[in-house]
Structure formats: structure tokens, C-alpha cells
């Protein structure tokens, strides 16, 4: 493995957050809050990286597989309410998903990860970043699910 890689704060974050919520046990709530921390922390010392051009899709991954191993592995996770600032007045209050949320975390970890081992670090960086819309907003949510948790 290149030195870069080795030292990608995305990639060091993304491997953690994969190792802590799918290696051993399930983590406790301050265990995985944590994890959730460092990963959004990475965003920002992460270089913007690039597309290298090269016609290579990670494999895709069945989401509702996903979930109900998440489900599985994770069964006093559930619902819980969250605003969504960009929704009109009258329709500001939702419904999140923990268990959606670590769904969609993993599957982006995942490809990042896998962009790193096999296409290159620059792949893996750009789309940490521009994913970090979807995946991040997961990873907030959860924070404030696992802090009224704790």
C-alpha cells in the first residue's frame, strides 16, 4: 500500500468507522459517537482529491441487505425525530432512520475504501468529500440520536 494511502485522513477515519461498527461486538453509544467525530473531523484535512479517469465502479451493495444487517446488529436502534432547516415552517419536523443511517454510512465508507485499494487515493478522496452531503448528514443526525442516547 502506498504511503499516501497509509496516511489518508479519510481513509484512516473510514477503516475505523468500518472496523468499530462491524468487527466484535456492536460499540456502545460514546464508543461509536466518537467514530462518527473523527470521521466528519476528516472531512476537513482531506484533500479534495480528483477523479483519475479510469472507467472502474466499486461494486454495488444491496441496500436492504445492508439494512437488516444493521438492524440485526443493532436492534435498540431505531427512529427518532430531527428538523430539517431547509423544509418550510409547517413541515420542519421528521423522521430519521439509525439504522438507515449506519446503512448509508457503511455503503459510503465502503466505496471509499475500496477506491483506495483499487483505483487510486485521489478517487477516494473525491468522493469522500463529495459524499460528505449524504454521508455527513447521516453522521449529524446520528451524533444527536447517540447523545440524547447517552
Known amino acids: ?36 467525530d473523527c470521521l466528519i473531523a476528516a472531512y476537513y484535512s482531506t484533500p479534495a482529491g480528483d477523479v483519475t479517469g479510469d472507467d472502474i465502479d466499486p461494486p454495488t451493495q444491496d441496500g436492504s441487505s445492508l439494512y ?29 432512520d439509525a439504522i438507515d443511517d449506519l446503512t448509508d454510512i457503511t455503503r459510503d465508507m465502503r466505496e471509499v475504501v475500496w477506491l483506495a485499494e483499487h483505483v487510486s487515493i485521489d ?22 440520536y447517540l447523545h440524547d442516547r447517552i
Open 123 to 144: 478517487d477516494a478522496h473525491f468522493a469522500f468529500r463529495l459524499h460528505f452531503l449524504h454521508w455527513g448528514q447521516h453522521a449529524r443526525g446520528l451524533a444527536y
Open 1 to 36: 500500500m502506498p504511503w499516501a494511502v497509509q496516511h489518508s485522513p479519510a481513509l484512516e477515519a473510514a477503516k475505523d468507522f468500518l472496523h468499530v461498527v462491524w468487527e466484535g461486538d456492536p460499540p456502545a453509544d460514546e464508543k461509536l459517537l466518537q467514530t462518527l
Open 68 to 96: 437488516r444487517e444493521v438492524a440485526d446488529r443493532f436492534p435498540q436502534y431505531g427512529l427518532y425525530p430531527i428538523a430539517d432547516p431547509s423544509a418550510a415552517y409547517d413541515d420542519a419536523l421528521m423522521m430519521a
